[in-house]
């Protein structure tokens, strides 16, 4: 018996050994990044100089480069990807599970089956209208992309669970159509709200092919782009290159530090995309 | 038709496949029995803050762009013998390699960083799936005399089936959609090593402006994308009525 636990417990310490492994490989990148940020290396080797650590890459980036207009032109389009997307989803997702019109189940299917298009198939047609609208180089080039079928299906799924009870009393009570929707619906569906934003920040805040063919002025650049762009220019500024990473991460990471359980949800939820 | 006949006479095209079919046979299988183990482990045996700190740190790649992700990447792969993944194989005692100067170690290396990137979200999933299951079956399990492995075999796995086809399938049409890594990383070479069928399809409409062949190419990754779904749902319904026969 004694034999077995001390096997169990060798066991229990490989099983952790290797848990840690996995961890450091995963966050390791991201401290190199910072830590080389902070240098002027120009081999990189796995050993860093802690004493001649300084800010010079984020100095030479803001008055280097319109690194701030890349920010602000990131959250520019993360809020209004956030703002449509729920406004879209939630009206259209409660009337396909709770209003009654002809056809729905043809029309919500037929709209569900644009999900089966890939992005990068669709890029050179959405190109071509947004090129014909004049509306390359727009924010609206730039968040009309995101905004696909999934979050109405994601809010028409958690919507039918809603009872039918709560609606009626809400009627008898002297609730018009849009109360309804404002003060019995949308409360309900905050945790399905929270991690359909979530993830339309983080699919928002990382697209990276739309941009690069929606954009050409250097104003109108996102942050991803934005890096992207840094790194074809100064191949061998590592510290620059990573001082731009280090901003792009930093963002969704706090984000992700506050929210964390919404985050895993709301992008595992993405898997139902599939 | 023009287009599609020169599409499929195109040698380039030839080999953004082979290269997108290579990819995709290396990273599916690793990410998904890799995020299947982690996961189990995570959800049999760590069930404590530990496990929660694993958790959520292999899913910081997951919140990160691939630009930037691949961006870190190319520094910590640099060639010189004190690189940082050149000092780690040089600690098993291997030569330091050039990984992303020549074309075998380049596509290595794209498949790894995919497979980073990937393995905490799948991981998610499975993990959600296996906190699904109800403990009385393991308890039971148990009492039958099952020891882990067996456990995992014919409890977690069995129960799992749905789960796995759809990482599985996710998994292969997120590999033929390889774009952004391999943009940055390696724009697609040395030579053509890398070059993807998404990278193919951006090159030829915004580099060489040939929109209808780059239109052509498209629909080649449109009838692979829809393939694997039509293929994942007949393998679906399959597994499934064989199940209720059997019942």
Redesign the interface.
């Known amino acids: 018996m004694r034999h077995s636990n001390g096997k169990i417990r060798i066991s229990?310490w490989i099983?952790?050994l290797l848990?840690?492994i996995?961890?450091a490989?995963?966050?390791y990148?991201?401290i190199?990044?910072i830590l080389?940020s902070l240098t002027q290396k120009k081999?990189?080797?796995?050993s860093f100089d802690f004493s001649a650590m300084d800010l010079r890459n984020y100095k030479n980036l803001l008055s280097g480069f319109p690194i701030l207009t890349y920010v602000k032109n990131s959250l520019i389009v993360v809020s209004c990807a956030c703002f449509f997307y729920v406004v879209i989803a939630t009206l259209a997702g409660y009337a396909f599970a709770k209003k009654k019109f002809p056809l729905k189940e043809a029309v919500f299917w037929l709209y569900l089956a644009t999900l089966?298009?890939?992005?990068?198939?669709?890029?050179?047609?959405v190109?071509?209208i947004m090129k014909n609208l004049n509306m390359l180089n727009t924010y609206p080039s730039l968040f009309a992309v995101i905004l696909d079928a999934f979050g109405v299906f994601l809010m028409r799924q958690f919507m039918e669970g809603i009872p039918d009870d709560l609606i009626e009393s809400a009627r008898i009570d002297g609730c018009g159509e849009l109360g309804i929707f404002m003060r019995v619906i949308l409360p309900l569906s905050k945790p399905v709200i929270v991690s359909l934003v979530v993830f339309t920040f983080?699919t928002s805040?990382?697209?990276?092919?739309w941009p690069?063919?929606m954009i050409t002025k250097d104003e109108m650049k996102t942050l991803?782009l934005g890096?992207?762009m840094l790194?074809n220019a100064y191949v061998s500024s590592?510290g620059l290159?990573?001082a731009g990473?280090t901003l792009?991460?930093i963002f969704?990471?706090i984000l992700?530090c506050i929210l964390?359980k919404q985050?895993?949800e709301g992008?595992?939820l993405s898997?139902i995309?599939? | 038709m023009g287009n599609y006949q020169a599409v499929l006479k195109d040698p380039y095209i030839t080999s953004s496949l082979i290269n997108t079919g290579i990819y995709a046979v290396i990273v599916v299988p690793v990410q998904t029995v890799l995020s299947m183990v982690?996961a189990y482990?995570?959800a049999r045996?760590?069930k404590n803050r530990?496990?929660n700190?694993?958790?959520?740190?292999?899913?910081?790649?997951?919140?990160?762009?691939?630009?930037?992700?691949a961006?870190?990447?190319?520094?910590?792969l640099?060639g010189?013998p004190?690189?940082?993944i050149n000092?780690?194989i040089g600690l098993f005692g291997m030569e330091p390699v050039n990984w992303l100067g020549s074309s075998w170690p380049a596509l290595f290396s794209v498949c790894l960083i995919g497979i980073?990137k990937n393995v905490?979200?799948f991981m998610?999933?499975f993990y959600?799936g296996m906190m699904d299951i109800p403990v009385s079956l393991y308890e039971a399990a148990t009492v039958d005399g099952a020891g882990s492995a067996r456990q995992f075999f014919s409890v977690t796995l069995p129960l799992l089936k749905p789960i796995t086809y759809?990482?599985v399938?996710?998994g292969t049409?997120w590999s033929f959609?390889v774009?952004?890594l391999v943009?940055?990383l390696t724009g697609g070479g040395p030579g053509r090593a890398t070059m993807t069928l998404?990278l193919t399809?951006?090159n030829s409409?915004?580099k060489d402006f040939k929109?209808g062949y780059?239109?052509a190419v498209?629909?080649v990754?449109?009838a692979i994308?829809?393939f694997i779904?039509f293929l994942q749902k007949v393998v679906f319904r399959e597994r499934d009525e064989g199940r209720r026969k059997h019942v």
């Open positions: 229990k099983i952790y848990l840690i996995l961890a490989a995963s966050i990148p991201f190199f990044m080389t081999i990189m080797t796995a089966m298009m890939p992005g990068q198939v669709i890029l050179i047609p190109f071509t983080i805040w990382n697209d990276f092919i690069l063919v991803t890096l992207s790194q590592y290159i990573m990473a792009a991460f969704p990471f992700y964390q985050f895993v992008i595992a898997g995309k599939g | 982690i482990v995570l045996k760590c530990f496990g700190f694993v958790r959520s740190a292999l899913f910081i790649p997951v919140i990160t762009s691939m630009v930037l992700t961006a870190v990447w190319r520094l910590l640099a010189d004190e690189g940082v000092s780690i980073w905490g979200y998610v999933i959600a759809l990482v399938t996710l049409i959609q774009f952004d943009y940055t998404v399809i951006y409409a915004f929109m780059a239109s498209s629909m990754l449109l994308v829809l779904s």
